[in-house]
């Protein structure tokens, strides 16, 4: 942690902390090994775990079993749950606390509340986000999955895929088209539970990285689910997912920030041990010149993570800068990850040293949730370097 943490936290906070350390070290660490070797985490009973001690909806309201905490709390949880030996079970639980659930926190009914949101923050249902297509990735605007109007129903057709929770998942804030036509027009976001007739997973995708965390293609065969499912107003789908996307952006920043710290501490403690040419790696001056700009970068980005934080709470509009977050934190794990392996030389090639398994797992943070080249685009237009359409 950088020490000017108590700048930013208070007591509550850093016994907050404590707490999300001692259960990731007890409750995760030890099991990440085999998880890691079964291709999945057991999303119910760690989720279970988790909202037994109040951690899945930490700034969510108390009437549907939030503790209405600042968002410093899930900044701080998932700093902690990045420093982890793998990146696949913060994933997963990151896409039900800060992915999934928010739209449906601020904009779902009191029913959808008290039926998904309520159950989701005790730990009972395990949530997804179900947006990325075969053909429509960052290019959010490109979906074709539809939901046809029947009466008080809707009809789903369509796939996604990428969809993290998939296959364990009791619901899903599905984004599809709610009228014709393409572009960002006319799509809404909804609930759909997964125990659904015409609702199923064609398979789960084996991946480069992140094995702990189960992604899955999602088919959408004549679905019917009520209307009353839909999370705000129709066709305010995409303008609710981008508001969405902000927090998952700052998250997936903050938990990438953690665990290249973390990598960091590893290399610095093998390079003390490791000897070579009469003395130890760390003394080799473009060693220890790398590792502290490096450290120096990550530190820069904290402190953009936590501006955006600030941003957040004071009710701004934290697009540009929560982009920019995103974009320096991918990079910089990737350099982080790269340059930790280097200087592992052979053991940082081999799975029985965690440098590895974070090279792997850290190179999804530039194409997941908005790809670089989005992150950018983002960027020039919130800059003025050309109009926004």
């Excluded at 998250?251 to 041990?273: D, P, R, S």
């Excluded at 070579?276 to 060693?287: C, E, S, V």
């Excluded at 965690?354 to 237009?381: H, N, Q, V």
Aim: hydrophobic fraction near 40%.
């Amino acid at each position: 942690m950088a020490n000017s943490s108590s700048i930013y936290f208070n007591e509550e906070h850093t016994m907050f902390r404590q707490l999300v350390r001692q259960f990731a070290e007890k409750e995760i660490e030890p099991h990440v090994d085999q998880w890691e070797a079964d291709g999945i985490f057991p999303a119910h009973t760690l989720f279970k775990q988790m909202g037994d001690l109040g951690l899945l909806g930490l700034s969510y309201p108390e009437e549907y079993g939030g503790s209405n905490l600042d968002y410093w709390y899930n900044v701080i949880m998932h700093e902690e749950l990045g420093r982890l030996s793998c990146g696949g079970v913060p994933m997963g639980i990151s896409v039900h606390t800060d992915m999934a659930t928010p739209a449906l926190a601020q904009h779902g009914s009191d029913e959808l509340k008290r039926r998904f949101l309520a159950p989701a923050i005790a730990g009972d249902m395990v949530a997804s986000i179900a947006v990325s297509e075969p053909d429509a990735g960052s290019d959010v605007a490109s979906i074709r999955t539809r939901a046809e109007s029947d009466g008080d129903m809707y009809v789903i057709n369509g796939t996604k895929m990428w969809i993290t929770n998939s296959t364990q998942a009791d619901f899903l804030v599905l984004l599809a088209r709610t009228s014709p036509g393409t572009g960002y027009k006319g799509m809404s976001l909804i609930v759909i539970p997964t125990d659904i007739p015409g609702f199923s997973v064609s398979r789960k995708l084996e991946k480069l990285g992140n094995h702990s965390s189960d992604t899955g293609i999602l088919n959408f065969d004549n679905v019917r689910v009520p209307k009353s499912f839909r999370i705000g107003e129709e066709g305010m789908g995409f303008t609710l997912q981008m508001q969405q996307f902000q927090k998952e952006r700052l998250i997936g920043a903050v938990t990438g920030l953690a665990g290249a710290e973390k990598a960091i501490e590893i290399t610095i403690k093998y390079c003390k041990e490791r000897h070579a040419f009469g003395k130890p790696l760390i003394a080799n001056q473009w060693i220890h010149f790398k590792l502290g700009e490096l450290l120096t970068e990550i530190e820069l980005l904290r402190q953009l993570t936590y501006h955006c934080t600030r941003m957040m709470l004071a009710g701004m509009d934290a697009t540009l800068e929560v982009s920019m977050a995103k974009l320096k934190a991918g990079r910089l794990a990737r350099e982080v990850a790269d340059t930790c392996v280097q200087f592992h030389g052979g053991m940082g090639y081999v799975e029985e040293y965690p440098i590895a398994r974070y090279f792997r797992d850290s190179r999804l943070l530039s194409i997941g949730g908005g790809a670089d080249e989005i992150m950018l685009t983002i960027i020039a237009k919130n800059t003025g370097m050309f109009p926004i359409k």
